[in-house]
């Protein structure tokens, strides 16, 4: 049996690179054998992507969306999976994180994405959100250096 989507109404999803958008009723897809699949509840949008594990999701994120081009997307990737990697100490987390460093390095990046979504939920406990400080101007002789 292949994975089933479940789709709303106009929800789009990415099959291997391709984005295909739903029509306006509710639909199941399935596919039938192995493709690099996203639904749209699940991309994190670049405006989003403001904490260390969100950054690595996004640049997964990036490998899947865009599969000609994913070798490019790598380096950046392998610097933000070392600084997770070294700041995260609890081990379910290394363990999930260990997990989505091998999905990546097979070519798995949907399997790599699951794999970081619980780390993503930890470091939401660790980081809250802040609500949002108005950003002071630096002075005339600070902004000058």
Known sequence: MGLKLKLKPFE??????????NGRHRNTVTVANHAQVMTGRSILQPEEATTPVKRTYYAVQAMLLDPPNAEQQRPLYNALIAQLHAAIRDPDMTYHLADADRYVR?????????????VIAYEAILLPPMPAAPVEPLPERAAGM
């Open 12 to 21: 789009k999803f990415i099959v291997n690179g391709v984005v295909i958008e």
């Open 106 to 118: 097979d070519g798995d990046f949907y399997k790599a994405l699951a794999a970081l979504r619980p």
